[in-house]
């Protein structure tokens, strides 16, 4: 069983990234999955998620319009487009199974639930 976040890099602000969460030994579609990112310093955050079965999607308020959530089944992966980087986008974005994700809100799995990847870093810098 191995999730595996990947896509980041450094970009200049304005600029676009899409990250990829790919699942394997066992199948992401089943799952809500959420995107969590961490910066220097500061706590882990919820940034969006994706509710299995109907979909439902959440945006922390600082990237609504920016970033959007996706799946991509056929490939066992979930993605997080992210467009109009800013500075203070710059974190380590990790992703992980069975948030607890709503349209209102996203929070970290319950006690020994949910798997979470490696880290990916996103650099929002001139």
């Known amino acids: 069983v191995q999730l595996q976040a990947s896509g980041g890099g450094l970009v200049q602000p304005g600029m676009s990234l899409r990250l990829s969460c790919a699942a394997s030994?066992?199948?992401?579609?089943?799952?809500?999955i959420g995107w969590f990112r961490q910066a220097p310093g500061k706590e882990r955050e919820g940034v969006s998620c994706?509710?299995?079965?109907?979909?439902?999607?959440y945006y922390e308020d600082s990237v609504k319009g920016r970033f959007t959530i996706s799946r991509g089944n056929a490939k066992n992966t979930v993605y997080l487009q992210m467009n109009s980087l800013k500075p203070e986008d710059t974190a380590v974005y990790y992703c992980?199974?069975?948030?607890?994700?709503?349209?209102?809100?996203?929070?970290?799995?319950?006690?020994?639930?949910?798997?979470w990847g490696q880290g990916t870093l996103v650099t929002v810098s001139s």
């Open positions: 992980v199974t069975d948030p607890i994700c709503s349209t209102y809100g996203l929070a970290r799995p319950g006690l020994g639930r949910g798997y």
């Open positions: 030994g066992f199948t992401l579609s089943y799952y809500a």
């Open positions: 994706i509710s299995s079965g109907d979909g439902n999607t």
